[in-house]
């Protein structure tokens, strides 16, 4: 890893075996320019080990989100073509 005053510079290794990190199915290597302090705070706050554990479960989280938020907007795109009509505690349609 390299560490500027401004950037840090993230390198993920090429690596097939599991020795590296054992969740990652392939790895590729990459450079990017991340701000430390953010870094080390999504490791506080996702108890990640080391940096690169905490950039991987943070894009775990983003994935997961988006995945959830599609769901739920699949859901509710069904409930509204189902044609249900819902009312409010005085009857009154809502919607």
């Given at each position: 890893?390299?560490?500027?005053?401004?950037?840090?510079?993230?390198?993920?290794?090429?690596?097939?075996?599991?020795?590296?990190?054992?969740?990652?199915?392939?790895?590729s290597?990459?450079?990017?320019?991340?701000?430390?302090?953010?870094?080390k705070?999504?490791?506080?706050?996702?108890?990640?080990?080391?940096?690169?554990?905490a950039?991987?479960?943070?894009?775990?989280?983003?994935?997961?989100?988006?995945?959830?938020?599609?769901?739920?907007?699949?859901?509710?795109?069904?409930?509204?073509?189902?044609?249900?009509?819902?009312?409010?505690?005085?009857?009154?349609?809502?919607?």
């Open positions: 890893m390299y560490i500027d005053v401004d950037n840090m510079y993230i390198v993920i290794y090429s690596d097939n075996s599991n020795s590296f990190m054992t969740m990652a199915s392939k790895r290597h990459k450079h990017f320019q991340l701000d430390s302090a953010k870094i705070r999504a490791q506080r706050v996702l108890h990640a080990k080391t940096e690169t554990e950039i991987e479960r943070a894009l775990d989280f983003a994935i997961s989100e988006h995945e959830k938020n599609r769901l739920v907007q699949q859901a509710n795109e069904h409930f509204i073509k189902s044609g249900v009509e819902i009312k409010d505690v005085y009857g009154t349609l809502v919607g």
